[in-house]
């Protein structure tokens, strides 16, 4: 059981970069994936999920309407759209996912990635 983060890297401010999430030996089909970061300094904080099965997605205030949240189910990978990226958005970004079994967001993850770094500065 493995979830593989990629696609981090270094962006100029207004740059975009997709993240992707590629599980292995698990389906995400039946899951709830969520994209957390984590800056040096600061807490970990979820910035979106994606309950996989019914497409729900919710995004915390400081991305909504920048970052986008998917699925591709034939793939069983989850990606993450980041546009008009800030300097603030830098941090090492993770995905984690966990099945679902109910219509209520989950309060743990089950399975994490190591974590792919993003950065933004000019």
């Known amino acids: 059981v493995q979830l593989q983060a990629s696609g981090g890297g270094s962006v100029q401010p207004g740059g975009s970069l997709r993240l992707s999430c590629a599980a292995s030996g698990f389906k995400l089909t039946t899951c709830v994936v969520a994209w957390f970061r984590q800056a040096p300094g600061k807490e970990r904080e979820r910035i979106s999920r994606?309950?996989?099965?019914?497409?729900?997605?919710d995004y915390a205030d400081s991305v909504q309407g920048r970052f986008t949240i998917s699925a591709d189910k034939a793939k069983n990978t989850a990606y993450l759209q980041m546009n008009n990226l800030k300097p603030e958005d830098t941090a090492r970004y993770y995905c984690?996912?966990?099945?679902?079994?109910?219509?209520?967001?989950?309060?743990?993850?089950?399975?994490w990635g190591q974590g792919t770094q993003v950065t933004v500065s000019s």
């Open positions: 984690a996912a966990t099945p679902i079994w109910t219509t209520s967001w989950p309060n743990k993850y089950d399975y």
């Open positions: 994606i309950s996989v099965d019914d497409v729900a997605t």
